[in-house]
Nanobody, 125 residues
Framework: QVQLVESGGGLVQTGGSLRLSCAASGRTFSRYSMGWFRQAPGKERAFVGTITWSGGTPYYADSVKGRFTISRDNAKNTVYLQMNNLKPEDTAVYYC??????????????????WGQGTQVTVSS
């Protein structure tokens, strides 16, 4: 069992930056691939990016590639989402998720086993 808690959301102007954190409980955090998703009002949950257990070669949605960076610190049981050059269309609730397959880079919501409660990110124009 893994519990995930996101933090770091807030209100930022267009072009600004935020860093989201996702703290995980449990001693097996390092065995999970981790993903970030977001959900805007009235829309389905959408893939943002994912990273394997080792932190190598993250994979991103085209909409955030070059602006967002995922990293993880297994010693701290934490995964991060650095978001730069934010745009109003990035406004959403952001969720982190854990996949029990450590080498799995997947964009599918249904492949993830555990989810956090989400943190709101609002980008003003």
């Amino acid at each position: 069992q893994v519990q995930l808690v996101e933090s770091g959301g807030g209100l930022v102007q267009t072009g600004g930056s935020l860093r989201l954190s996702c703290a995980a409980s449990g001693r097996t955090f390092s065995r999970y691939s981790m993903g970030w998703f977001r959900q805007a009002p009235g829309k389905e949950r959408a893939f943002v990016g994912t990273i394997t257990w080792s932190g190598g070669t993250p994979y991103y949605a085209d909409s955030v590639k070059g602006r967002f960076t995922i990293s993880r610190d297994n010693a701290k049981n934490t995964v991060y989402l650095q978001m730069n050059n934010l745009k109003p269309e990035d406004t959403a609730v952001y969720y982190c998720a854990a996949d029990r397959l450590p080498l799995h880079l997947t964009v599918r919501v249904e492949d993830y086993d555990y989810w956090g409660q989400g943190t709101q990110v609002t980008v003003s124009s």
